[in-house]
């Protein structure tokens, strides 16, 4: 069975590639490369286009026999979906819309759809699970609920087999060629600051939480990766027809706690210049988001595997192996 994987050149998306053609399966990338690196997925096919691109779609639909979609390419910085809605909407949603047309037209029969914890917003609740009712409370967050809204309608009306994997806080590297080398990430963010010998920064210590910092669930990279390839091949072999899913630990880590890991991770803990500073709060940032995973370690056997030491420890690993030029 071959897959389609839009977003395939990018930091998760190529952990996805990686994983899915160490499990057995055929694999085509389909990305513009605007944040992908062709380099990370050396010897998968690449076809270089925008997925709002309909003709160059289902020409790689239809010249790779494209059985299954994993569709993680899009948008998605909080603060700037905040500023630019319509650019989010239009490449998150009309991208969508423009794929599944193609993917419904060419007979594909499966379809993975990368969402985000963003479509619950802000819940009251210790751990989030499924059936929370979403309350995105950023332009980011309601691009992947209407989504997830789209594959679903499109799965009543033709029958496809379909997975919405809402993944929380991404961290990590599987192998440090495919660490995470943009900075609107938290923990590469704290890396660029403490390579230049500069405070790491906090954005707003006054939520009601513990600490008065934001608390998130991190999750390896590679977690993310195994649990797409769970879902593909459940729907792949029809043990699976529709499924909607949180990816995560189930544990909440404070962005402080977060970054002091880092700085200890680093060996910049005992530097006056590391202790982080705080800006005001982002646009859009909720208190808590922290995941119920019940269900994806039911339907699928599926749960995470990695630690934050291991998730910081194998980001740095990498970023000092770019930073060094090796």
Not at 13 to 27: F, K, L, S
Not at 35 to 56: E, K, M, W
Not at 73 to 80: D, F, L, N, R, S
Not at 160 to 174: D, E, I, K, S, T
Request: with cysteine; net charge negative; proline share 5%.
């Amino acid at each position: 069975m071959t897959w389609l994987v839009t977003g395939g050149a990018g930091y998760i998306g190529a952990h996805v590639v990686r994983a899915m053609r160490m499990a057995g399966e055929e694999v085509v990338v389909l990305d513009d490369l605007s944040t992908g690196d062709p380099g990370r997925i050396a010897g998968v096919p690449l076809v270089t286009a925008n997925v709002s691109d309909a003709d160059s779609v289902t020409r790689a639909l239809h010249d790779h026999a494209v059985q299954g979609i994993v569709h993680l390419a899009a948008k998605k910085q909080v603060e700037e979906s905040v500023r630019l809605p319509l650019y989010y909407y239009r490449e998150n949603v009309e991208g969508l819309r423009v794929l599944l047309e193609a993917a419904t037209q060419a007979g594909v029969e499966s379809f993975v759809f990368s969402s985000s914890a963003a479509v619950y917003g802000a819940p009251d609740v210790d751990l989030v699970d499924e059936d929370a009712e979403p309350r995105p409370v950023n332009p980011y967050g309601t691009t992947k609920l209407v989504g997830e809204w789209m594959v679903a309608d499109t799965a009543r009306a033709t029958g496809l087999r379909h997975a919405n994997l809402r993944y929380f806080n991404v961290a990590g590297a599987a192998a440090p060629d495919l660490t995470d080398r943009g900075v609107s990430n938290l923990v590469p963010m704290v890396f660029q600051a403490l390579d230049r010998r500069q405070p790491p920064r906090i954005f707003g210590d006054d939520y009601d939480t513990p600490d008065g910092t934001c608390i998130r669930d991190f999750v390896h990279v590679g977690d993310i990766a195994s649990a797409h390839v769970a879902a593909a091949r459940a729907l792949g072999s029809d043990a699976v027809r529709a499924l909607t899913a949180n990816i995560g630990r189930g544990r909440g880590v404070s962005v402080r706690e977060m970054v002091q890991t880092i700085r200890r991770v680093t060996g910049t803990a005992e530097e006056p210049w590391s202790a982080p500073i705080v800006e005001a709060r982002r646009a859009g940032d909720p208190p808590r988001v922290v995941a119920s995973t019940d269900r994806i370690r039911e339907v699928l056997g599926w749960r995470a595997e990695h630690g934050v030491e291991e998730m910081v420890a194998s980001s740095w690993e990498g970023w000092s192996r770019s930073a060094a030029g090796s």
